[in-house]
């Protein structure tokens, strides 16, 4: 069986742990089963076509039928993946590198064809048969390259059986085209490789015998030939149709055709406390399935079925209403004007309605039932005057994301700005709605939701995230042009003016100044605390003329030429950087981040002879050693800019002189 995995959230009982790992448990047992029928039935039904193949890569070119490469699997332990032989057998190609590009000269005629229609991996049904691999799962890489990959990643990836397909082999299906540079296998470890390694662990955090089914079906798709260049939307690819079908229209008929029935039956029995009526079960199941079947239609027409109601307002329950009681003046109405009389007590399905009102709300809101359905009514009213306000998207889709809506619309401020939707990068999200707005992306589409929706106001509302995420999605808000405002902080100014249990006021003080005066990322000072250090430095220069000293230097990084540069590894560099250079410099030295990749050191009581040593002995640490980064060890460059205030020099002076130095500097350097 799978390794159980999982993640705890804050606030989840025991019962529900124990109850995610039993299903969990008995996902992966089904998973295994349907592997060894699925891969035995196949490897019998395509019995001729192997022969066939056998046959034509005998004819094609002389060598093995079978290509056996090493690859690692669940738990890191080492297998031979079976693919059939598509390279001239000589040492070129048992030699040459791991990765093949467009148009290798190792690969044979029919071993092109083979790889264009993806024939080549049917021999790993034996695998899968054999336990080494599943039909959908991270893509088994040689050991070689699976040595690059970060610890973590490794650990999570591994924990479960790799596979035939999977989403990152639907999105790069076409790798070796893209691979079209004498830099192949750097090429691959620097720009391919890290995608793909996160889109295997959005798979292992979202994987279920459903979405497996997605995923095959996507691989369907995309080997037609007229569908081959199709572009399926990443997010499909981990909540596909089968799955939403499963968890906004199946299951949710079941509960409320369960529901249905038993307030047929209840409508039934208090009409029987004023007189006789037997509706027998056969005709309250016919009744709770018309209910159940219609009530979906509706939701699935209105839209409803997408609310996620773990996180749903108590606005919903007004939708709710609308819909049951649409269903029940249809059934009213039919059974009102059938050809022979009514067939129940008008009153009857009157009561059934409300009932199964009651239980639609209560299986969809559980303990949250109903508080606040006059907040539709309000919200339907207000509709348009909020349409002239200003357009807000909204980073996250969490507890702070919920508490940035909450203060969009009430007050003032719901007259201001009209949020246009969330944004978050769980596959199980995007579609959904959350206090009444759709989750319309992702993080990596920012830059275009900011244009399609044409957004003037960006809220970064996700508080628990890592320093470099949190770094790479704010470079992500910042390249529109829209103004960004970071909730979290404000949420944490609130919180400290109402302290919680084991949780003092002085910590979510201290938190909230850290917030105020440091660089989340970096550690150092943020720009406007640090501006405001050499004003108070400057004046106190002045006043005891004493010398005082800046410098400006600016961080890059040697990157391969054909890949792209990344946000997270730049974070990773920059952080790196920061921390050697605080531990070079005097208690009464301050740096801090000026802008993304610049940074400023105040050196008090330095003159600029002093000022000159400090930068050639930083320009030596900062960049004698590279910076470990996920990417493996980067070389780091520096460059910097030296200014000394004297009598002719203001703040202002001191800072343009410095940052002009090291422009001077950087220009001078050889290309």
């Known amino acids: 069986m799978e390794k159980i995995v999982y993640t705890r959230e804050p606030g989840d009982s025991e019962i529900k742990v124990w109850f995610a790992a039993m299903m969990r448990f008995f996902d992966d047992g089904l998973r295994r089963v349907r592997d060894i029928v699925v891969s035995a039935l196949g490897m019998i039904l395509l019995a001729p076509f192997f022969f066939l193949v056998v046959f034509v890569i005998r004819r094609d070119s002389p060598g093995p039928i079978f290509y056996k490469g090493l690859r690692v699997g669940k738990n890191g332990r080492l297998f031979k993946i079976l693919k059939f032989r ?67 990643v490794r650990r999570e990836i591994l924990s479960v059986r790799p596979g035939i397909t999977s989403p990152a082999s639907v999105l790069y299906r076409n790798e070796e085209e893209m691979l079209q540079s004498r830099n192949v296998m750097e090429r691959y470890l620097w720009d391919i490789l890290p995608s793909k390694l996160r889109l295997d662990q959005l798979y292992v955090r979202n994987r279920s015998l459903w979405t497996d089914f997605d995923v095959l079906f996507w691989t369907a798709v995309v080997l037609l030939p007229r569908l081959k260049n199709y572009v399926v939307p990443e997010h ?73 109601w773990s996180r749903a307002s108590a606005a919903e329950a007004m939708d709710l209403a609308v819909s049951t009681g649409l269903v029940t003046l249809i059934l009213f109405l039919v059974n009102l004007f059938l050809p022979g009389g009514t067939l129940l007590p008008p009153i009857v399905l009157v009561a059934a309605g409300m009932f199964a009102y009651i239980g639609f709300v209560a299986v969809r809101y559980q303990n949250r039932l109903i ?22 998207l909204i980073v996250g889709a969490g507890q702070t994301a919920r508490f940035g809506i909450w203060l969009l619309r009430n007050g003032d401020l719901a007259r201001a700005f009209t949020p246009v939707g ?33 957004v003037g106001l960006i809220l ?21 042009d829209a103004r960004l405002i970071l909730m979290p902080e404000v949420l944490d100014s609130l919180k400290a003016h109402f302290p919680t249990d084991g949780q003092s006021r002085e910590e979510l003080a201290e938190k909230v100044l850290r917030n105020t005066l440091y660089d989340r990322l970096t550690g150092a000072y943020n720009r406007q605390h640090f501006m405001r250090l050499l004003d108070r430095e400057t004046q106190r220069a002045r006043r005891y003329r004493n010398s005082l000293s800046l410098i400006v230097m600016m961080v890059d990084y040697l990157w391969p030429d054909e890949a ?19 531990r070079d410099i005097r208690e009464i030295d301050a740096i801090g981040r000026l802008d993304e990749k610049i940074f400023g050191i105040l050196l008090p009581e330095t003159s600029i002879e002093g000022a000159n040593l400090v930068a050639e002995r930083l320009q030596v640490r900062l960049c004698s050693a590279p910076v470990w980064t996920d990417r493996g060890p980067l070389g780091v460059d520096v ?25 001077i500097a950087a220009d001078s350097r050889p290309q």
């Open 564 to 582: 792209t540069r990344s946000a997270a590894i730049t974070a990773q560099i920059l952080k790196a950087i920061s921390e050697r250079a605080l």
């Open 460 to 480: 970064f509302a996700i508080s628990d995230i890592r320093p470099e995420h949190s770094e790479r999605i704010l470079a992500l808000c910042r390249q529109p």
């Open 86 to 152: 598509t390279m001239y057998e000589n040492p070129a190609s048992l030699n040459g590198a791991r990765i093949t590009a467009k148009d290798d000269p190792r690969i044979t005629p029919l071993g092109r064809f083979l790889r264009d229609t993806k024939l080549n991996e049917l021999p790993q049904l034996w695998n899968v048969f054999v336990g080494d691999m599943s039909l959908v799962g991270p893509r088994p890489e040689d050991p070689e390259i699976a040595s690059h990959w970060p610890e973590e």
């Open 422 to 454: 969330l944004i978050d990068d769980n596959p199980r999200k995007i579609g959904t709605v959350v206090d009444g707005l759709p989750v319309i992306g992702r993080t990596d589409q920012i830059p275009a939701l900011v244009k399609q929706y044409d």
């Open 639 to 663: 460059v910097m800019g030296v200014a000394c205030l004297d009598g002719s020099l203001e703040q202002e002076s001191v800072f343009e002189r410095a940052f002009q130095a090291m422009k």
């Open 236 to 308: 499909l690819l981990y909540w596909g149709p089968l799955a939403r079908f499963l968890n906004r229209y199946f299951i949710w008929f079941l509960a409320d055709f369960v529901v249905a029935f038993f307030a047929v039956g209840i409508a039934g029995v208090l009409r029987r406390l004023s007189g006789p009526l037997d509706l027998g079960i056969e005709l309250s199941l016919g009744i709770a399935f018309i209910i159940a079947t219609m009530f979906s239609l509706i939701n699935a027409l209105t839209g409803i079925n997408r609310v996620e």
């Open 371 to 392: 508080g606040g359905l006059a907040e539709r009514w309000l919200q339907v009213r207000g509709d348009k005057v909020k349409t002239l306000g200003e357009r807000v």
